[in-house]
């Protein structure tokens, strides 16, 4: 099997991929953020002016700091994600080739692969990771592709 998918850049999915990529570090980032803001509120409320200056605003820097973080993330990225990227998936791994990358990993290697409804993201080791866009993939291409990574008990829904 060898599909093989061709993907022209877009600045919104480029966005999205690096927030699916730092999904569960933002998750922790905005727990962390909006806890601290919450306590700063409570100080301030109850009329505790130290309280509320030293949680307040980390709070709301940590709370907010991720989403800048992504955005950031993706225009560094803009030199790789602004080319046209040529995904290939096979029965051996699967592949990204851009003018100015090339990269893949062996489907051994894969410790899984997390359905977030828009992309695949292939984790590697807990640190190499491919996101895959596999909603622009044609409907039969994407059901095989998705029964092979369900056989292999990669597929995990996010």
């Known amino acids: 099997m060898l599909i093989t998918l061709t993907v022209q850049p877009d600045g919104g999915r480029t966005r999205r991929s690096v927030r699916a990529r730092m999904r569960g570090s933002l998750r922790t980032w905005n727990l962390a953020g909006g806890g601290l803001a919450v306590a700063g509120l409570g100080a301030l409320v109850l009329g505790i002016p130290i309280g509320a200056g030293v949680l307040l605003p980390p709070g709301l820097i940590i709370l907010v700091g991720p989403w800048l973080l992504t955005q950031a993330a993706a225009k560094a990225r803009t030199g790789v994600y602004a080319e046209t990227a040529t995904y290939e998936l096979s029965d051996d791994g699967v592949r990204v080739f851009t003018p100015s990358l090339r990269t893949g990993y062996l489907w051994p290697a894969v410790e899984r692969v997390e359905d977030n409804g828009e992309f695949w993201i292939v984790v590697v080791g807990g640190t190499g990771m491919l996101v895959v ?26």
Request: aromatic share 8%; no cysteine.
């Open 133 to 158: 866009p596999f909603t622009l993939l044609p409907e039969p291409e994407e059901r095989k592709m998705r029964d092979f990574l369900t056989e292999q008990g990669l597929l995990v829904p996010v």
